[in-house]
């Protein structure tokens, strides 16, 4: 992404601090898994939206008015050794240069400058809780300040969180940031109907999500979204099933929870299909039924309607579905009421997408569900599933588990369904199979 992108986020951040107050917000840092192995490193998505600054140990400073340069940049220096094992890293002056900084300090300098940088000023906006580090840190520099009173030095009186403001920012996706994220579900989609092509009875779980995977790092895409679900039969029960360690059975249905990651934003995308290329009677009724839910939902997405319009027409279509099909007794809006679908449908319709997969931003203003507004994105990914034991049900209903998930984004009249390249109808994905099983 073009660093004027950044640059209007820390403009837009400013704005919104004051003058007279100051910001912090650090970078993730690398984890180990073992011994001398790290988990891949992967920056923390508030601090990467403001600054674009992919490496560890670094700590952003704002500061509004600073006649020496609002954003300032803490991080490693460049080190030839560390180079050499470990590649490049930007260094002071590349924190200036590539990363846009006004000003570069060590990162092992902070205690000496940034408990100056504080003095004097109203507010201090950081992650409040989030990184104990900082918290830690924080509270040093401030006894520091305080300590010095006498000379007329004063320390900050507020402390505030910075998340509220940064969140309700990523909420609103720029030009630029759909651009990744329409490629993140055009990859994403592409990996799906691999995935239902080369879907055969005896392939493992593990097997197709190797499929998936590979189509994403061909692709140019390196990291997955979030973990993929392949949770073929009774399995699809588990929503957050990752063991993906059975073999696939002709009759089961497969569960595909999986999205690839464009520059740190994701992809969701969720389909299920039947192993065999055919849908049973049961399972294509009850399929219908989530797919009807989920078109009466996506219709509900438009500028000023409620977040919750979506599951509540989710809910409805499920329920008289349900019902229908002899799953639920009882009158629709009763059960409803007692939230009686909740056995079979136990989830709400989705929930935020971008730099994260559960993207940050509030669902509710001053209690009331929020109105949906061009610009934000998100999931919608009503689901059905039976567990095996369930007695309640007639037993050709048990052992189902059926979700269809897209992403989509609230634009100006309506929305834009960014994952729409993937098959979701019966007929669609029947088709595709069939063909892919023929060699067509």
Known sequence: ??????????????????????????????????????????????????????????????????SQGEYILFCREFDEKKALWEGAHAGLEGAIKHYAADDSFPIDD?????????????????????????????????????????????????????????????????????????????????????????????????????????????????????????????????????ENSDKLKNGDLLLIDAGAECDHYAADITRTFPVSGKFSEPQALLYQLVLDAQFAAIEQIKPNVPWNAAHDASVEVLTKGLVKLGLLKGTVSKLIKNEKYKQFYMHRIGHWLGMDVHDVGDYKIHQEWRLLQAGMVLTVEPGLYIPEDCKSVDKKWRGIGIRIEDDVLVTKNGYEILTHEVPKTITEIETLMAEAKSGC
Request: with cysteine; aromatic share 10%; glycine share 6%.
């Open 110 to 242: 902070i205690d000496d400058i940034v408990s100056g940088m504080l003095e004097n000023k109203t507010k201090v906006f950081y992650p409040m809780g989030r990184d104990t580090d900082l918290d830690h840190s924080l509270q040093e520099w401030i006894r520091h300040i305080r300590s010095q009173s006498r000379s007329g030095v004063m320390a900050p009186a507020e402390l505030a969180s910075i998340e509220p403001i940064v969140h309700e920012m990523r909420l609103f996706k720029s030009a630029a940031e759909l651009k990744l994220m329409r490629y993140a579900a055009q990859i994403s989609a592409e990996a799906h109907v691999k995935a239902m092509q080369l879907c055969v009875a005896g392939k493992y779980e593990y097997q197709v999500e190797a499929d998936i995977v590979h189509h994403f790092m061909q692709s140019g895409l390196r990291n997955v979204a979030y973990p993929s679900i392949v949770a073929g039969g009774k399995n699809a029960c588990t929503l957050h099933y990752t």
């Open 1 to 66: 992404m073009n660093q004027s992108e950044f640059k209007k986020r820390r403009k837009q951040l400013m704005q919104r601090i004051g003058i007279g107050n100051i910001a912090l917000i650090s970078s993730a840092g690398v984890r180990v898994r073992n011994r001398d192995v790290d988990y891949p490193f992967r920056q923390d998505s508030d601090f990467y939206y403001l600054t674009g600054f992919n490496e560890p140990d670094a700590l952003a400073v704002f500061i509004p008015g600073r």
